[in-house]
Structure formats: C-alpha cells, structure tokens
C-alpha cells in the first residue's frame, strides 16, 4: 500500500474503507471507485492474490479420526436403551468412528492466511482464496480483472 495517499481521510477510516473495498473488489470481480482509491485497493488486492496463488497447493493430506452419529437408511440418528447406575433407563446415540482423509496446512500457508487477516484485515474468509488447487473460485477472468486492475470502475 502506497504511503503517499491519504485520501482526504483520517487513518482509521481510510483503512476500513481500503479493507471493504478490498473485500468488494475480490468477491464481486470489480468495484465502482475514483481512481486514486482504485490504485490504493489494486495495491492490496495484488499482494493479496499474489501471495494465495503461490500458496495454493501447499499442504498435506492426513487421514484423521472422525467420531460421528450413525444414521439409519432414513437419515435419523440410531439410539439404543440404555440402563443408568440408579436403574433410569434412557436412550444413548450410537458412534461410529470413521477415517476421513482431511487438508492440513503446511506452516508457510498458515503464516501467509495469518498475515492476511492480521495485516489487511480483510472481511472475507481467506480460505476462498486458498482453497482449491485449480482456482475455481476465482474464474480466470475474474483473476485477470483483479490482476491487471480492469476489474474497477473508475469515476471521474
């Protein structure tokens, strides 16, 4: 972010609304803004993307213990009759213990999701950006937009 813009406003309000156009413009595809905005906002919006793309596909597949609820062919839990100490009888939901394979970040891109939301503070889920190995969340044109900064509007 340039230092040199201050945008006619006070810090703390020119942050948040650098932050909530930030937010708009990677959501949405593009935003209506003036020019000098749009070149704070394609400043953040760059190093943002920049640095999700090059963490992408940095993680690990773990197999991880999964307890869950065992359903019956209708969809509703499975109870059984249980007898308590003091002799009350009540139901109790039978628990199936199953082996899911899961993503587990590797510390650079936990550092870099950190750094995203502790720096720009931005108002979106981060993990949009880094989810996928393909982009798909973000359509090529969309991430053309946003990377060459034709995704705004520019009022005059």
Do not use: C
Not at 27 to 37: C, D, F, S, Y
Not at 81 to 90: D, F, I, T
Not at 105 to 131: C, E, G, T, Y
């Amino acid at each position: 972010m340039a230092t040199n813009r201050k945008l006619g406003r006070t810090t703390d309000i020119r942050n948040a609304m650098l932050k909530t156009l930030t937010t708009d413009l990677i959501l949405k595809g593009k935003v209506e803004t003036t020019e000098a905005r749009a070149k704070e906002v394609k400043a953040i919006a760059d190093s943002i993307i920049a640095l999700a793309i090059k963490e992408k596909d940095n993680f690990e597949t773990v197999d991880a213990k999964v307890v869950k609820a065992k359903l019956d062919s209708k969809g509703n839990k499975v109870t059984e009759l249980v007898k308590s100490k003091n002799g009350n009888e009540y139901l109790k939901v039978v628990k199936e213990e199953t082996t899911e394979k899961r993503q587990k970040d590797m510390p650079s891109r936990l550092n870099a999701r950190r750094k995203m939301m502790r720096k720009w503070q931005i108002h979106f889920p981060v993990f949009l950006l880094m989810k996928t190995t393909d982009s798909s969340d973000l359509n090529s044109r969309n991430q053309e937009q946003i990377m060459t900064g034709t995704g705004m509007h520019i009022i005059q």
